[in-house]
């Protein structure tokens, strides 16, 4: 039997699972698996309508003003290769820091999210990058100058709701792999993992596309491999224990943020990094149709 309690609230529906797809001798050990995670709903706004500091979706960042390393052209902004990457996220700690799932981030200031996305990029980038920018700093700015603005790098902002959610991993990952499964019972466990995600409402219409925590999600599985971290990476904590940080799903029609084609955008940390509040440490990938 596993050490791990099952999460409130999850244990009962674990059950029902189990019993309902012929796993009830797993019924213990995917009850441990189950993560809890934080979903995000969106609602499109105005940027003069988001308080600077406040957690939003595209937009404008709000910005460090004290970190000369980060200049862009002036301003603060993030760059890759001599390019600014697109801003995508930005997150009040504070908001988040009643949350289960964010109990390892710190419990004050922002995290930013930039990404290199072929859609609106610059040619010259070559290959997708990112960055994830931590700061504690009360008094942010926020660009209000072309000179300070990257052209054709913003998508429409939109305020954003958080809720608790709990997330199990889709049948691919490596997380089921230990459990040494035959075949049998890893169609068993799918079964059960897409009527997970009807229950908690992760694949209705009008459902949360976007999420912190958890695990991501592979609508592929499972065909499509996990991504594995980047060597430099790997060699410094290893290939295991990697968490799900944040998912953003494609959501041209709302944002005109296209991901791929109609695709995922993940960024993973490990725990390692997580307690050193070091967002260098971690990688992206990309889940398309």
């Known amino acids: 039997m596993s050490e791990t309690t099952p999460r409130v609230g999850t244990s009962d529906t674990i059950s029902l699972l189990c019993q309902k797809h012929g796993l009830r001798g797993y019924r213990d050990e995917i009850a441990a698996l189950v993560r809890p995670a934080v979903d995000i709903t969106f609602t499109p706004s105005s940027i003069e309508e988001i308080a600077i500091g406040e957690s939003r979706i595209g937009g404008l960042p709000d910005l460090p003003t004290n970190d000369k390393g980060l200049c862009w052209r002036g301003t603060y902004w993030p760059e890759i290769n001599g390019y600014a990457p697109e801003f995508f996220a930005q997150f009040d700690l504070k908001q988040l820091r009643a949350f289960e799932a964010c109990s390892q981030l710190p419990a004050t200031g922002s995290l930013l999210f930039f990404f290199t996305n072929s859609g609106k990029s610059h040619a010259k980038y070559g290959r997708r990058g990112h960055r994830i920018l931590y700061t504690n700093e009360e008094h942010l700015h926020r660009p209000s100058e072309d000179w300070e603005m990257p052209e054709n790098l913003r998508y429409r902002p939109a305020k954003l709701t958080f809720r608790d959610s709990?997330?199990?991993?889709?049948?691919?990952?490596?997380?089921?792999?230990?459990?040494?499964?035959?075949?049998?019972?890893?169609?068993?466990?799918?079964?059960?993992?897409?009527?997970?995600?009807?229950?908690?409402?992760i694949c209705l219409p009008g459902a949360p596309r976007?999420?912190?925590?958890?695990?991501?999600?592979?609508?592929?599985?499972?065909?499509?491999?996990?991504?594995?971290?980047?060597?430099?990476?790997?060699?410094?904590?290893?290939?295991?224990?990697?968490?799900?940080?944040?998912?953003?799903?494609?959501?041209?029609?709302?944002?005109?943020?296209?991901?791929?084609?109609?695709?995922?955008?993940?960024?993973?940390?490990?725990?390692?990094?997580?307690a050193a509040c070091d967002f260098n440490g971690t990688y992206f990938s990309i889940e398309t149709t």
């Open 210 to 274: 976007a999420w912190l925590f958890g695990y991501d999600d592979k609508f592929n599985c499972p065909e499509n491999p996990e991504q594995e971290p980047p060597p430099a990476l790997e060699a410094e904590v290893g290939r295991q224990g990697w968490h799900h940080l944040l998912q953003l799903a494609d959501e041209h029609e709302l944002l005109d943020m296209s991901i791929g084609d109609l695709g995922h955008l993940n960024f993973h940390i490990h725990p390692h990094y997580l």
């Open 166 to 201: 709990w997330k199990l991993p889709y049948v691919g990952h490596s997380a089921i792999q230990k459990l040494e499964m035959e075949q049998e019972l890893l169609d068993r466990y799918d079964a059960l993992y897409r009527d997970w995600r009807v229950y908690y409402g």
